[in-house]
């Protein structure tokens, strides 16, 4: 009985051990530590926060204008569709708890009457499949690689969903800009139809000019409407992605579109550092362990005869006998042969995926890098060049106005000119932000537009 006790004993210590090796928050430790480092990214789990939700810090953000930062923040607190992402880690980490459990005791057993005497004869059982227990630190070592996996892989979609919430700020952000400058163009549209409506009445403009202008004036209302409607949908696609209803949809947006910031960085080793913090890579290199890990325990348990091993309590002609019990599956014909040729082509797969891959890394990484030069070098000539132009066209038209060199329209459509100039600039600054985006995302290791689940959580917006 004490040796029973202590077999039992043992057995719980072993439980007890597997499993406070792999915590409930298994990868998830490690995965904020890699958004922090990586893009300054404070992510939480919210089924495994022992407190309340981050109700309190979102209120707090909403209470404040909102600038790109915060939005990205209150979406990684409050997105479900995040909160569901972390999940896999969940997943993973079951699989690898499942992985390092010994195997459950077989009880096998019968019983019979003999003769017309009443006496019954019985025979007990209990084994356990040795083989199993031998090959946990296999099972365990695959599990493992493939939560390191799932973790790296959920790291990236964590950056994707970053940037996906920061584009869609900034498209908002451009949209109000340019919802200003169309309520403007109204402005000077119906400005010129008042003074058509009057040059009319005095017979100085024909019928075909007033209409002219009256129609310039409908379509620049029309414009407005269609700018508000964007403006109206790009809000509430970025509402959607915060996670934000009712009341704590009527947050107040913070400034307008900035100017670039610094300059990209040098593209001497631009490539060699995407390719070194490439998150894509290195979920790769964990699937590969994960494959090799599958195809080394396949190889095993088919060269290895199945084990299994346990005690025996039979009862026979009364007499009671206990004695050792064993079962033995010899590999004469399953060898595993097809599991370990799946494991070793999924192996070769991802060798060709990863040279793959880091062809792609080095491109985008290029890619990226040109269109934040480009963008800054559009910016630039706007606000250098094209802009200033255009104030000096309306003084100058101005001056020759006052000095009744030029009519009215003349004037009103040197201003129509420098606000259409002013909608391009704008345009210009969200394309140089968007393309900064997309730059940082990469150099933080994740590329644009990777297959993944993450896609079904955000609708209508440009990758």
């Not at 599956?329 to 891959?357: N, S, T």
């Not at 910016?379 to 001056?399: A, S």
Request: net charge negative.
């Amino acid at each position: 009985m004490k040796a029973s006790r202590r077999v039992i004993s043992a057995l719980g210590c072993l439980l007890a051990l597997l499993a406070a090796c792999a915590p409930r928050n298994a990868g998830f430790q490690s995965l904020q530590a890699e958004l922090e480092q990586r893009a300054a990214l404070d992510v939480r789990w919210n089924s495994l926060a022992s407190g309340a939700l981050p109700d309190t810090a979102v209120r707090s953000l909403l209470d404040q204008p909102l600038g790109a930062d915060a939005a990205v923040r209150i979406a990684l607190l409050n997105n479900s569709g995040l909160q569901a992402l972390f999940e896999d880690l969940g997943i993973a980490r079951g699989r690898l708890v499942g992985a390092g459990l010994p195997p459950n005791v077989i009880l096998e057993g019968g019983a019979a009457s003999v003769g017309g005497a009443g006496r019954r004869d019985y025979g007990f059982a209990a084994t356990a499949d040795l083989s199993r227990l031998m090959f946990l630190p296999l099972r365990r070592g695959v599990a493992a690689a493939e939560l390191d996996a799932t973790r790296v892989r959920t790291t990236g979609e964590v950056l994707e969903f970053a940037h996906f919430v920061r584009n869609a700020f900034y498209d908002y952000q451009a949209a109000t800009q340019l919802l200003e400058l169309d309520l403007t163009v109204v402005e000077t549209a119906a400005a010129a139809y008042d003074v058509a409506e009057r040059l009319a009445e005095a017979g100085n403009i024909t019928p075909l000019e007033l209409a002219n202008e009256q129609a310039f004036y409908e379509e620049a209302r029309n414009q407005a409407l269609v700018a508000e409607a964007r403006a109206l949908n790009l809000r509430e696609q970025l509402n959607a992605l915060m996670g934000l209803t009712g009341n704590d949809t009527a947050w107040e947006l913070a400034g307008r579109l900035g100017e670039p910031a610094d300059t990209p960085p040098d593209t001497d080793t631009l490539e060699d550092d995407a390719v070194r913090q490439s998150l894509d890579l290195l979920e790769l290199e964990h699937r590969y362990a994960a494959a090799a890990g599958h195809a080394n325990l396949a190889r095993a348990e088919g060269l290895v005869p199945s084990l299994g091993t346990g005690i025996e309590i039979v009862r026979e002609g009364g007499l009671r006998e206990v004695g050792p019990a064993f079962s033995l599956e010899l590999p004469l014909f399953d060898r595993r042969q097809g599991d370990v040729a799946v494991a070793r082509a999924g192996m070769r797969q991802i060798e060709q995926r990863y040279r793959d891959q880091a062809v792609r890394v080095r491109a985008s990484v290029r890619t990226a890098r040109n269109e934040v030069l480009i963008a800054t070098r559009r910016v630039e000539h706007y606000r250098d060049v094209l802009l200033p132009l255009r104030e000096r066209i309306v003084g100058e038209t101005q001056l020759e106005y006052n000095a009744m060199q030029l009519g009215v329209f003349q004037l009103i459509l040197a201003r129509r000119e420098q606000i259409r100039t002013g909608q391009e600039y704008v345009l210009a600054l969200r394309d140089y932000w968007r393309a900064r985006s997309t730059l940082d995302q990469v150099m933080a290791g994740r590329l644009v537009g990777v297959d993944s689940d993450l896609g079904t959580m955000v609708w209508g917006l440009e990758r």
